[in-house]
Structure formats: C-alpha cells, structure tokens
C-alpha cells in the first residue's frame, strides 16, 4: 500500500538555525509528494510540491527534493524564523498507471516544530 | 487568506440536534473533499466529490451526510453525532483529482 514516514518530534530550533524534517514514502503507483503546514488554529496550507522524480519544491524560502532512488522528499530552510513554529506534514498522492488518483492523499504524522527567539 | 471558506468556525451541539457545516470554493475547482482531523492527528478523509458526485466514501457512519449542490459549493449534514465526533472538520478542493488540494480553516466541532 501506500505510506508517509515523517520525522518525529517536537523539533525545537533556535532563530536562524537550520531546519530538515525527513519524510520517506512507499508507493504502489507513481506518487506526487507534498508539504503541508499547519499553523495554530488554521487549516493546511500547501508549502510545496514536486510530481516527479528529481523535482524540487520551493516556497518561502523552504525546499523539498523528490528522489526516487531513496523514496524521499525532505524539508529543508536555511534560516528557520520565529514565525515558522507550526505543524509540518508530508503527504503523497499515488496515480495509477492510466493517471488516475482517485484524489486520496495519504499524510505522514506530522512534525511540530517550535522555533524560539 | 485561504480560498476556500468553512462556516461556521465554530460548533457546538447536542447528540439529538441536526446541524450542517458549510464549504465554498470559487476557484473553478471540481473536487471537493471532506476531512476529519483529531488533535495533534494528521487529517482523515471522508469524503470526495468530483464533478459534484460523490466518488469515495471511506466508511463514514452514517450520522455525516454530504451534500454537493453544485461545482462550488459543498455541505455536511451531521445528525446524531456522539463525542467522539468532536473534532476540526477540514474541506478541501482541488482543480481535479490528480491536482494538488487547497483547505479551508476548518469548523471546530464540540459534542456536547
């Protein structure tokens, strides 16, 4: 079947300090990786993306490369802000070989990161 | 600012009252789903609709209806929820089903 294996937390940064939260996966199909951030009292939001393989997401200063060797799709941010303190999910969407992906999205456990002054 | 609009923010009901939430999404979008999300929990699917008709159902007590009206907007029906209901209700849409989804903020629902 389908899964996301997502880093366990809390993670807990200092200000400006580096930030990677793993997230491997298996899929039956051909998948499309995303991240999700969830902030206090919100829903998701769509950080990022990548469709295939090698592809990398990029948004606000975060990344995300899709590698198919190791069923991967890291986060990274170079610099991690005060402002970034929210819940982190991984999640995948698995197309059959016509395309088709019957729109279910499978979600890692999520990541909550608190990142301090 | 999220494009898709959840009403209300708020719930709380008794386990004998009817009560509906709300979803619209104006972005063309032609799947809308449905999500459960419990605390610190990752979100459960419902329900999805793809050009306005139900395709999946994953098992849902029948106590949740949904309700598709028409390509932007869509509804829960809840009756005779128990505590275990409780719960943020996420909607969701997507330009199609191997798009990418889009979520609102979600009703916060308490079970009284």
């Known amino acids: 079947g389908n899964s996301v294996t997502q880093m366990e937390g809390p993670v807990t940064l200092s200000e400006e300090a580096f930030l990677t939260i793993n997230c491997t996966y298996t899929?039956?199909?051909?998948?499309?990786l995303f991240w999700y951030v969830q902030y206090p009292g919100e829903g998701l939001q769509l950080l990022l993306k990548?469709?295939?393989?090698?592809d990398k997401g990029s948004n606000k200063g975060f990344e995300a490369t899709y590698r198919k060797e190791t069923t991967s799709f890291h986060l990274e941010k170079g610099s991690v802000q005060v402002s970034d303190s929210a819940v982190y999910f991984c999640?995948?969407?698995?197309?059959?070989?016509?395309?088709?992906?019957?729109?279910?999205?499978?979600f890692g456990q999520g990541t909550i990161l608190t990142v301090h002054p | 600012d999220t494009e898709v609009t959840q009403t209300p923010k708020h719930l709380v009901m008794g386990m004998t009252n009817k009560k509906s939430l709300k979803c619209e999404q104006h972005?063309?979008?032609?799947?809308m789903y449905w999500y459960k999300q419990k605390a610190k929990k990752p979100p459960e699917l419902m329900f999805v609709?793809?050009?306005?008709?139900?395709?999946i159902n994953e098992s849902v007590p029948s106590r949740f209806s949904p309700e598709c009206p028409n390509s932007s907007l869509l509804n829960l029906h809840l009756h005779a929820l128990q505590p275990e209901d409780s719960a943020l209700y996420l909607c969701?849409?997507?330009?199609?089903?191997?798009?990418?989804?889009?979520f609102g903020d979600g009703t916060r629902l308490s079970i009284l």
């Open positions: 969701a849409s997507s330009q199609d089903l191997e798009w990418p989804q889009h």
């Open positions: 899929a039956t199909g051909y998948p499309s």
């Open positions: 990548a469709t295939k393989a090698d």
């Open positions: 999640a995948l969407l698995v197309a059959n070989a016509g395309g088709t992906s019957y729109g279910k999205l499978t």
């Open positions: 972005m063309g979008h032609r799947a």
């Open positions: 609709y793809s050009y306005e008709k139900l395709s």
